[in-house]
Nanobody, 113 residues
Framework: QVQLVESGGGLVQPGGSLRLSCAAS??????MAWYRQAPGKQREMVAG???????NEAESVKGRFTISRDNAKNTVDLQMNSLKSEDTAVYYC?????????WGQGTQVTVSS
């Protein structure tokens, strides 16, 4: 049974930092990624990483967010720096395995003074 467990969300002031973590279990994942969904908006990919080390980030977060992965532990982290109010959203961990996508339960990130 595949499980994705996220942690690390919270409230932070503009310009601050947060680190999100996702622990996956139950399979081998070719792709792991972070998505986010703000109120009234569609879910969008923030950053992704493959099990051979390739990464990509959305233009809106390049230079501020960094995704990293530990294949041995099946974890994927998202380091978020220089946070802005528009980064406020529910952040979801996503993992893809053998043609099936799996989602975590989501963690709220609120950027506000």
């Amino acid at each position: 049974q595949v499980q994705l467990v996220e942690s690390g969300g919270g409230l932070v002031q503009p310009g601050g930092s947060l680190r999100l973590s996702c622990a996956a279990s139950g399979s081998i994942f070719s792709l792991m990624a972070w998505y986010r969904q703000a109120p009234g908006k569609q879910r969008e990919m923030v950053a992704g990483t493959t099990n051979d080390g390739r990464t990509n980030e959305a233009e809106s977060v390049k230079g501020r967010f960094t995704i990293s992965r530990d294949n041995a532990k099946n974890t994927v982290d998202l380091q978020m720096n220089s946070l802005k109010s528009e980064d406020t959203a529910v952040y979801y961990c996503y993992a893809h395995s053998y043609g099936i996508g799996y989602w975590g339960q989501g963690t709220q990130v609120t950027v506000s003074s």
